[in-house]
């Protein structure tokens, strides 16, 4: 994580969402006794921001629309398949492994959604509705 480099899109909002959005990552060590409660903020968080940030897009003329609403959908389907894994599992050390293959998740959703398909979104006015 030291390395990864999270883009600003230029509209706060989001920007401040998508910073918590990395720091809920970020506390997401192998620390199995402190990852149930950190995983479930993260999921919650990700619902809110996820209706948030799809609210400000103008379907009209926002040519990726379709195609944004779907990587939020695996989004939301991957992640609490990687939850209930996650909570199920009563070895420590395939808890360890788990949160491993979730934060690799995490990272790459990061760096190709975040970094990627929402800065791609943002840095065109005509695609959002402005949030003041
Ligand atoms: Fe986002
Ligand atoms: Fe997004």
Known sequence: MSDFALKRTGVESIDIQHEALFDLICILTDDVTQTDNAVSSLNEYVKFHFSYEESLMLPASYEHYTQHLKAHERFAAEMP?????????????????????????????????????????FSNPSQFTPTR
Do not use: C, F, G, V
């Open 81 to 121: 398949r990687l939850t209930k894994q996650l909570m199920e599992e009563t070895s420590i050390e395939n808890k360890i492994e788990i949160l491993d293959s979730m934060r690799k998740y995490l990272i790459d959703w990061l760096d190709n959604h975040i970094n990627k398909t929402d800065a791609e979104l």
